[in-house]
């Protein structure tokens, strides 16, 4: 059964050899992410190419992601390689340590002197351990031991709150983005990004590298949750990610569902992909089966209306790599089954003023209400079928484009599938007959079946989507 929700796979040790890949392409991967936060150029130069061969060889398209690693706002490391801090503790971070003690560590984050008040919560280790500042001293900064625990190496930094000066990207970042045109990468995911200057950097750095990788931000900081931040880091951005690990720490795990679902809705309005991420699957990095709650979370994400549902740890190190996959497929499919279609409703309050937007909307009003079998988009961009795929009509979108950029870039769109075509013809009647083969081809549809078509003219050209024709597959057509 279609699938509409997509998955994203981290790779890493646990799913980097091509015989487990394999494995994953054919349990229904759909993008990979490449995490830039652990190895070296070579290593994603590597797997990008092992990931084409790997689609290649099974049939299947599959999207590549780059992830940066942005700011490190981390503790540094310890003589012995870790502490346990007691609550009531008086500990030290030092911009100017080397290694740390029972007293006191350094800090790969040097900035935290100066972005530190006494007062201020400063949560370490994913909010696990909670120190207070009482008092900053040149670059040190004395804490509190709030809530204790074992503290080791490198170990992440947040405030509570939010308000740490780190810029989204780093100079390592910036290095990247050119390993990342070299790979020709379909989607490049930014980092702690507070503005949509954070993102609008990045774009340019990216095109002055020679990349079209469309950009995701990473909404993991309080200040970008803020409404003027959200709207304006989305109007720079191509889609965003709802990471929820360091955005619940900033703001509170329990306000993590209802920001999900505000973010998930914004960016559906504004025509951006949406990917959830962290924990989704977690206990599956060491067992077979999820959780009955990791379920629900999956569920809920599909629901919420997201394009996409994120693993990290569970296939880039965990012992399950293939079935965590085949777990979240099953999760996906039953909840889409539960969704009800309101196409209608959702149509209210919604102005078009382009043509070729105009159309998409017209094609999903006329698939829903007709029952159609499929819709086709015969596309250049894939704007089109982004377009359509803000909306669930209940009909699948395929992609039909000439474009390789741009069949693996729709591989993130909700309930969209790419597929090739070659334009051979110049005319409007035989790019749509082409395109109703390919369909069959691909046992999409079969004689008789009502499919709904959409292209541009002319031919080939992007952003001129302006027909809609409503086909019967089979019957003989007339110019």
């Not at 990045?202 to 002055?208: E, I, P, S, T």
């Not at 965590?324 to 039953?334: A, L, Y």
């Not at 159309?359 to 009003?365: K, R």
């Not at 109703?436 to 050209?461: C, F, R, S, Y």
Request: proline residues 3%; hydrophobic residues 45%.
């Amino acid at each position: 059964m279609l699938r509409s929700t997509k998955i994203v796979a981290t790779l890493g040790p646990a799913s980097s050899d091509a015989a487990t890949l394999e494995r994953m392409f054919l349990a229904g991967v759909d993008v990979v992410r490449l995490n830039f936060s652990h190895g070296k150029a070579a290593d994603h130069v590597a797997r990008a190419q092992l990931v084409h061969e790997i689609g290649r060889k099974t049939g299947r398209t599959v999207g590549i992601m780059a992830d940066l690693q942005g700011p490190k706002i981390r503790v540094g490391k310890f003589k012995d390689g870790k502490v346990t801090l007691a609550k009531g503790d008086i500990f030290t971070l030092d911009a100017e340590r080397e290694l740390g003690d029972q007293d006191g560590v350094g800090l790969d984050y040097k900035e935290l002197p100066r972005d530190s008040r006494p007062g201020d919560l400063l949560l370490l280790n994913d909010g696990l351990i909670s120190l207070e500042v009482l008092e900053v001293q040149g670059q040190k900064v004395r804490c509190k031991v709030i809530h204790g625990g074992v503290l080791s190496n490198n170990k992440g930094i947040n405030r509570k709150g939010g308000g740490l000066t780190a810029p989204a990207l780093t100079a390592k970042d910036m290095e990247d983005i050119l390993t990342v045109a070299a790979i020709k990468a379909d989607y490049l995911a930014i980092s702690f990004p507070k503005s949509g200057a954070d993102m609008r950097l990045a774009r340019k750095l990216l095109h002055d590298a020679g990349g079209e990788a469309f950009l995701i931000a990473k909404i993991e900081r309080a200040e970008a949750v803020l409404p003027d931040a959200l709207r304006d880091i989305m109007d720079a951005s191509d889609g965003i990610m709802v990471a929820r690990g360091d955005l619940a720490v900033e703001v509170g795990d329990a306000s993590v569902p209802a920001l999900q679902k505000r973010m998930i809705r914004l960016a559906r309005e504004m025509n951006k992909v949406t990917i959830t991420a962290t924990q989704m699957m977690e206990s599956m990095i060491s067992s077979p089966i999820p959780t009955r709650a990791e379920v629900s979370d999956v569920a809920n994400a599909v629901l919420d209306g997201t394009d996409a549902v994120m693993l990290s740890a569970e296939t880039a190190s965990g012992e399950y790599p293939v079935e965590v996959i085949e777990s979240m497929h099953r999760i996906c499919v039953e909840a889409e089954q539960t969704q009800a279609v309101v196409l209608d409703q959702e149509f209210l309050n919604r102005v078009f003023t382009r043509v070729d937007q105009s159309i998409a909307m017209g094609a999903l009003f006329t698939a829903y209400h007709l029952k159609v079998t499929a819709i086709a988009a015969l596309t250049e961009s894939g704007s089109t079928a982004l377009w359509m795929s803000r909306m669930n009509c209940g009909v699948p979108i395929y992609a039909l484009t000439s474009q390789t950029r741009t069949r693996y870039r729709t591989t993130l769109f909700r309930d969209t599938y790419p597929l090739m075509v070659k334009y051979a013809g110049n005319s409007r009647e035989e790019s749509l007959a082409e395109a109703e083969a390919v369909l069959v081809q691909n046992g999409v549809v079969k004689k008789g079946d009502l499919i709904v078509l959409t292209i541009g003219e002319p031919i080939g050209l992007a952003g001129g989507t302006n027909t809609l024709k409503i086909v019967r597959v089979g019957e003989r057509r007339q110019g």
